[in-house]
């Protein structure tokens, strides 16, 4: 009877991190319809510079922040130098060029020590120590730590989006760009600011899934493709969406281990149950549970 109460804790550990990673997804989507294929390898390149500095004796703290920095200005810069051009341009011209871009980061990751192997954060004097247990699972500090942090970031951003002004321009942009634009507002800005803050969430992600789970080139981008299904089920401009989905996933995700795995010859079922909920809903509802739902005159 214990193994659904820890299935759902666990759900709700990853699906913390999901919903973070999943942010940054939405913060490019709801300011400028742009769908970021290469948001995997700024995860990755977040989480390596901050393991980078902590190696060279930086406080984790500290080097967790200054990774968000990099990002933050890793994504004003992509914004800068290859978005910006591509204003005007079909879709999916836009989408080759964030394709492109997650292939010459991956590479580029590869050509430093981290490229290969597996790396582990040293656990802060803070995070050492017993956990707690829930229904029978243990809770480390860590992840204790890694879920507070995951939601103390998505709540500050829900509130920056609802109600500071810098949000709702944001989001004012995203609804109508040239009637933004015949108001004053500078929508090149607006799309270097969600590029910017996108690469500040995805550091905090990658940081975060490092700590709790290790650090590999592979899990890390491949957080970029995870997180698919959950902005898909939650709405691909939903901050709220984000975090609903992400929960929704991580916990489907654990379910179909525990109880799949063992029926499914091969197991490996968590792997593959998120794409499967992707495209019910893609079927279904394809602008997910939160999304704005278009209507488009003909």
Known sequence: MELLPQLLIAGVVI???????ALGFVLIYKSSRVINF???QIIATGAFIAFALTQRGVNFWLAGLIAMLATFLLGMLIERVFLRRMVGQPIIAVIMV?????????????LTPYGAGTFGFERPALLTGEGVELFGLPLSKTQIAGVLM???LLGGFTYFFNKSTLGITMRAVADDQMAAMSVGTSVERVFALAWAAAGLTAAAAGVILGLMSGLTLGGL????LKVFPVVILGGLDSVVGAIVGGMLIGILENLSAGYLDGIVPGGGTREVFPFIILIIVLLIRPYGLFGTREIERV
């Open 221 to 224: 981008a491949g957080i970029g």
């Open 38 to 40: 290469a948001h995997g």
């Open 15 to 21: 699906g913390s991190v999901y919903a973070l990673a």
């Open 150 to 152: 995951a939601l103390g």
């Open 98 to 110: 964030t394709i492109g871009l997650s292939s010459v980061i991956d590479g580029l990751i590869h």
